[in-house]
């Protein structure tokens, strides 16, 4: 028969703990090969590496004829996965459980239909359809989970400890199904540590301490040399109380090993010891006593071998061991009076009832909580570094003066006064020439698109007035969607004006009949009158500016949790390596994650506008049609965003503090609450890394300033290269294996 499984001295590492040591071992197809092996010795980590789910450290294994190490998703596609654990999805049913992994391996709706027919005659899960699979007990789950591994007809089936934890009746019902799937040409690799079960295999390996000690068929085992050494024999002793004679046996000279087994003992013993001398340790049960010559079983095989393993590993010479005595010595029996207490001396002994602490168990529990902590370095950099970082960050780059407003000149006149008026704006500390624009359009333009927050226009008469003695009107354009920023330009530029007034007024005397300048009336004025004016929120109402940002500091709330939380429970659960040995891809993986958040997020989305529109009145000027479909951008950067921080968080503890540290910079640091020009270069810099700085830009344009998308194309364009980069690194770092 040829071989469907092959190992060649596979190993793997976890840092310096070596859980496999080279491996080596075969395995025929239609077997039923049993890996045996106490807790811990690696036999799943075997069970991984075959699956493809957890690279080798060193060595090679193939799996019907495909390498391990490169040709995983191959294997994926014509093995089945049953974990040690029950990794289903508890919250869906019977049904969908099994429909949901038909699915995943591409079954046709007919092909899924007849497999799931025939999946449910097998398993005899026809009247649990329904029943959610958390609800099933052990042995129902069992079979759920080996129903859901065979949904596609695998050639191999790995079943990792499938009977851990179930019921006898259970555990034979379990094997009987796995005894029909071996006659149907099915090979199953199973590890268990119950010896009843090698039993049950036709190929047994035994592994301790990660490396393979024997590999064959069970009978050729138990007549293995070192099993039975030459000069020995093994009897079977039938007595009534086994566990009080142990230690009698165990210290009697020419016995190597005596084990409890059921109700008998098992003896290893020199074949110089007869029947006679083991029943003479026993001589008030000569009559009852039963003792005959046994050959070994496979927990005889496996007891033997794993202590002469343990002694190969041991500096300490088995003849300088004392026996284990496993119950104490019986004492000499007593006389019935002795037996007898007195009611008053009952009432003595009986220890008086003690009152509980108010701190009891305080010390246990602290030290405890300490060693959890120490073992968690992500707590530990959350708790110390994280806010001494932000704080330094927020220190410098929080700043409620608003200073350096983007400011726009329209100049019409162009003339040496009109030039000392660019020159007064440019020179206070409250507004910064960005740009001097020649055009009507391009002056609306820099206000639509954000770009400048306040717009100059002098007008082409300016420098005329000024000469004749006539009052001049400068006008102050200042966007109100920022309260705060409007509010401080709108006092600058009335200060300003006053200030220049003054100026001009000096020359002048207050006796002189005649007066600096007069208004259209003919009445005194100041020469310079300026004229500011509030676009989008001429009220300054805060609720304008804050709100439309909320939206977006919202909706990134609501996806990052969502995503990360999804996809980190499931790692909890186990439900993610159940899916990790399936053939299904990682974009596919990932993206059918996102798609049902996506949705829900874009209607998350469609509320918190209406709330925002009916309830604050704050109406869209924009189109609702660009807002909705850059809101769903948003939502799949938000989105890249929780599966970038589940690449990351092994726990749900670790989730909450990763999507901690990414939301306080972007409440801060994008423009939601304070200005980001008011802002240090370099935090003003790391601001553009912030997917939501852009958003809350489309945000406040659409709605504040009816702007269009081509008016905010440099904030698609940052938010787009981010949500890119983004979904890029998550599925880069995204694995379909096991760290």
Not at 274 to 287: G, H
Not at 290 to 315: K, M, W, Y
Not at 360 to 382: D, Q, Y
Request: charged letters at 20%; glycine letters at 8%.
């Amino acid at each position: 028969m040829s071989s469907v499984i092959q190992l060649n001295r596979l190993t793997r590492n976890f840092g310096s703990l070596r859980a496999v040591d080279q491996v080596s071992f075969e395995v025929e197809r239609g077997a039923i090969f049993g890996l045996l092996g106490p807790n811990g010795s690696g036999k799943s980590t075997i069970i991984r590496m075959l699956c493809g789910v957890l690279q080798p450290t060193g060595g090679s294994a193939h799996v019907l004829g495909f390498d391990v190490a490169h040709d995983a998703e191959q294997i994926k596609r014509q093995i089945g996965y049953m974990s040690q654990s029950f990794s289903l999805y508890s919250d869906l049913s019977v049904r969908e459980n099994i429909e949901f992994y038909g699915r995943i391996y591409g079954l046709s709706p007919e092909k899924l239909e007849q497999r799931f027919q025939e999946i449910i005659e097998l398993t005899s899960l026809g009247d649990r359809l329904d029943q959610l699979a958390g609800s099933l007990s052990g042995g129902w789950k069992q079979r759920l989970a080996l129903g859901c591994a065979l949904i596609h007809e695998p050639q191999v089936l790995f079943l990792d400890e499938p009977t851990a934890g179930i019921d006898p009746v259970a555990r034979r019902d379990l094997w009987d199904l796995l005894f029909d799937l071996a006659g149907q040409g099915v090979t199953l690799f199973v590890t268990t540590h119950y010896m009843d079960e090698a039993e049950r295999c036709s190929d047994v390996g035994y592994i301790y301490d990660s490396r393979l000690i024997v590999c064959g068929k069970p009978d050729e085992l138990k007549h293995l040399p070192s099993v039975t050494p030459e000069g020995t024999a093994r009897f079977e002793i039938e007595t009534v109380d086994p566990a009080t004679k142990l230690a009698t046996f165990r210290e009697l000279d020419g016995v190597q090993d005596a084990t409890l087994f059921g109700q008998t003992i098992h003896v290893l013993a020199d074949q110089r010891l007869s029947e006679t001398d083991l029943l003479q340790q026993i001589e008030e049960e000569r009559e009852t006593a039963q003792i005959r010559p046994i050959t070994p079983s496979l927990e005889d095989v496996f007891v033997t071998l794993s202590r002469a393993e343990g002694l190969n590993h041991s500096d300490i010479d088995r003849s300088t061991q004392t026996p284990v005595e496993v119950c104490p010595k019986p004492t000499s029996p007593k006389s019935p009076e002795s037996e007898i207490v007195s009611e008053d001396q009952l009432i003595r002994k009986k220890p008086a009832p003690t009152r509980a602490s108010l701190m009891a168990g305080f010390w246990a529990i602290l030290v405890k909580e300490f060693s959890h902590v120490r073992r968690e370095p992500a707590t530990l950099l959350f708790v110390f570094a994280v806010p001494v970082l932000q704080t330094i960050i927020f220190g410098f780059a929080i700043d409620t003066q608003i200073e350096n407003i983007p400011t726009v000149i329209y100049d019409l006149d162009g003339r040496s006064s009109a030039r000392e008026l660019r020159d007064t704006f440019a020179n206070t500390r409250t507004f910064q020439i960005i740009e001097r624009v020649f055009d009507e359009d391009a002056f609306h333009y820099a206000l639509q698109s954000g770009k400048a927050k306040v717009g100059v226009i002098i007008p082409p008469d300016y420098s005329d007035r000024l000469l004749r003695g006539e009052q001049v009107s400068v006008q102050v354009l200042i966007d109100g969607s920022d309260s705060q920023v409007a509010t401080t330009a709108l006092n600058a530029s009335n200060l300003l004006g006053l200030n220049l007034s003054t100026q001009m007024a000096k020359q002048f005397a207050e006796t002189l009949p005649r007066v600096p300048a007069r208004d259209a009336q003919g009445a005194a004025a100041l020469p310079l009158e300026v004229r500011p004016r509030l676009l989008y929120n001429p009220d300054l109402e805060s609720s304008h500016f804050f709100v439309p940002g909320l939206v977006g500091i919202i909706l990134q709330l609501v996806t990052l949790f969502l995503t990360s939380f999804a996809i980190v429970r499931e790692r909890e659960l186990g439900t993610l390596e159940q899916l990790f040995v399936t053939p299904v891809s990682k974009s596919g993986l990932m993206l059918g994650k996102l798609v049902p958040y996506a949705l829900i997020g874009f209607v998350e989305t469609l509320i918190v506008l209406t709330v925002m529109v009916f309830f604050f009145g704050v109406p869209i000027h924009g189109s609702l049609w660009e807002l909705l479909v850059l809101s769903l951008l948003f939502l799949v950067c938000g989105l890249g965003l929780g599966m970038l921080v589940s690449t990351v968080s092994r726990t749900q503890l670790q989730a909450v503090q990763f999507a901690f540290l990414i939301m306080l910079p972007s409440v801060l640091l994008s423009g939601f609450m304070f200005p980001r020009s008011q802002m240090p270069l370099p935090i003003y810099l790391f601001t553009f890394i912030i997917p939501v700085t852009y958003f809350l830009e489309i945000l406040r344009g659409i709605v504040l300033r009816g702007a269009d998308i081509t008016d905010l194309l440099p904030h698609i364009a940052g938010l787009t290269l981010c949500c890119i980069a983004i979904i890029g690194i998550s599925l880069k770092r995204f694995q379909k294996q096991l760290s």
